[in-house]
């Protein structure tokens, strides 16, 4: 594998191609409004599928069309890159933006007389604004200044998963591409079996992990120092304020509604480290996270989109280095389309399993001791694809 030279120098300044392209973090979210804007102009109630649409059909299209984006800043214009404070005000901004069209979604349930069909697809078009709110959760999340990490908490909270920074950061940072992660999918696991395993297993994990920080402090994990009761009181004043304001009868739309947010989570986790494993090099203890311990994808239109979320491979390696300065690397494993069309073929497990089982073959040699196998099906998959496996050959 070859890695981006650290000591690279240019010799004239480094101009951002990608630099206002980075408004598309800002624009594409608002799409989910194109529906109920054109059903308020018309009246039809289909107009509300066109977001999940342009979402799950034409998003996929434009990154087959457009290609992929192999280009990487050079490391000596990271700092500068860093220190700029426009890509960050484009995070900050978008807070407010999303939160408004959570609440938006909300006020046009309550108050539009909409068919089944037409409430089904509020459903996919809130969830959808609330998968962005995790998404930017996961890029403020990650930063080390007390805005970003409460901006993070405010906008995972529309939701209900303001556990996910401390789960995401402490948790599957650390156990990424082992057996002991729950957000972690494996060879001959569906998603819809991984999300059984994933949501209570990250919840599980933050509640651990919190309540080990706190314990260390000598604090009790009953207050406010628990800080996934703090986004949780966001949640709780939120939809209590939308009850109030819509009537409870909006409670059942605002959970419907972020579990589609949250199952987007379970999607990008489901696509990021299929069937990866990190080896263990001693009880316990396994090798430090690589590149090649995630699936990249350099496709233009959902990188724009998502934060540059999916080069996935330079953020495992670097978690603190900023969006706009995430890098591709060469001979890593790799999507063959961006996070929206792979969430639509996740959701298809034959299709899913059609493609991307070869891709993940070869990436691992054919090496079992590799892959990251759902234990029920482990021995069924050795034989169907006649892998080598060490293991066996070592217990024999």
Not at 57 to 73: I, K, Q, T, V
Request: proline share 7%; charged share 15%; glycine share 6%.
């Amino acid at each position: 594998m070859r890695l981006p030279d650290a000591s690279a120098l240019t010799t004239k300044p480094y101009s951002d191609r990608k630099r206002y392209a980075w408004l598309l973090s800002m624009l594409v979210p608002c799409a989910v409004g194109i529906g109920p804007a054109l059903m308020l102009l018309t009246g039809q109630a289909w107009t509300l599928w066109l977001p999940a649409v342009f979402f799950y059909g034409l998003a996929p299209l434009f990154d087959r069309l457009l290609g992929e984006d192999l280009s990487n800043p050079p490391e000596s214009a990271v700092p500068a890159l860093d220190a700029d404070p426009y890509y960050r005000w484009i995070t900050y901004l978008l807070v407010p933006v999303l939160w408004l069209s959570f609440i938006f979604s909300a006020w046009f349930v309550a108050k539009q007389a909409l068919p089944w069909h037409g409430a089904a697809a509020m459903v996919l078009i809130c969830g959808t604004v609330g998968g962005f709110c995790i998404n930017l959760g996961h890029e403020l999340g990650h930063k080390n200044t007390a805005l970003e990490r409460w901006l993070a908490k405010m906008i995972l909270a529309p939701s209900g998963y303001g556990h996910f920074s401390i789960e995401h950061n402490r948790g599957h940072h650390r156990d990424v591409a082992t057996l002991a992660d729950p957000a972690s999918s494996r060879m001959g696991e569906s998603i819809y079996r991984f999300v059984l395993r994933e949501m209570p297993g990250a919840f599980r994990r933050a509640w651990q992990l919190e309540t080990a920080r706190l314990r260390q402090r000598g604090q009790t994990i009953w207050s406010l120092q628990n800080e996934i009761f703090q986004p949780a009181l966001i949640t709780l004043l939120l939809w209590g304020g939308l009850m109030l304001w819509l009537g409870p009868k909006i409670l059942p739309f605002l959970m419907v509604a972020s579990f589609w947010a949250n199952f987007q989570l379970t999607s990008a986790n489901y696509v990021e480290h299929y069937g990866l494993l990190r080896r263990e090099i001693s009880p316990g203890k396994h090798e430090p996270c690589q590149p090649h311990h995630s699936w990249n994808s350099n496709h233009i239109f959902s990188n724009w989109a998502l934060f540059h979320l999916q080069r996935h491979s330079d953020h495992h390696t670097h978690p603190l280095r900023r969006y706009q300065a995430l890098r591709h690397f060469d001979n890593l494993p790799r999507l063959p389309n961006g996070y929206f069309g792979m969430f639509s073929l996740a959701y298809f497990p034959p299709l899913w399993r059609r493609v991307m089982d070869p891709r993940l073959l070869q990436t691992v040699g054919r090496d079992a001791s590799r892959i990251n196998f759902d234990p029920r099906h482990r021995q069924a998959l050795i034989s169907r694809h006649q892998l080598h496996d060490p293991d066996a050959s070592i217990s024999a």
